[in-house]
């Protein structure tokens, strides 16, 4: 069972940067998948970016450009780099990562908050 973990969440006004980090209990050499989705209350959360192993990053539309998804395995964290942050990425953004064969873990989510 992995546990994720994440943190980096925050207040900040428009324009501005955040890095979100998701550690893992354990390794994530073996996961297939890993990435980042966001949610607000009343819309279905959706997907922000992700790594496909062996693969390159993956963004939504709306974060390409100033997004940037990171993964170090030696420390088992997937970061988040997010710049020129706009009030329409408010929302809670959770870590998420599936092995091969399907199985799913989430991270209890972080809130980021763009505003003046």
């Known amino acids: 069972q992995v546990q994720l973990v994440e943190s980096g969440g925050g207040l900040v006004q428009p324009g501005g940067s955040l890095r979100l980090s998701c550690a893992a209990s354990?390794?994530?050499?073996?996961?297939?998948?890993i990435g980042w989705y966001r949610q607000v209350p009343g819309k279905q959360r959706e997907l922000v970016a992700r790594?496909?192993?062996?693969?390159?990053?993956e963004y939504t539309d709306s974060v390409k450009g100033r997004f940037t998804i990171s993964r170090d395995n030696a420390q088992n964290t997937v970061y988040l780099q997010m710049n020129n942050l706009k009030p329409e990425d408010t929302a809670v953004y959770y870590c998420?990562?599936?092995?091969?064969?399907?199985?799913?873990?989430w991270g209890q989510g972080t809130q980021v908050t763009v505003s003046s």
């Open positions: 998420h990562a599936a092995t091969l064969v399907g199985t799913s873990y």
């Open positions: 790594i496909i192993s062996g693969g390159t990053p």
């Open positions: 354990e390794s994530i050499f073996s996961i297939y998948v």
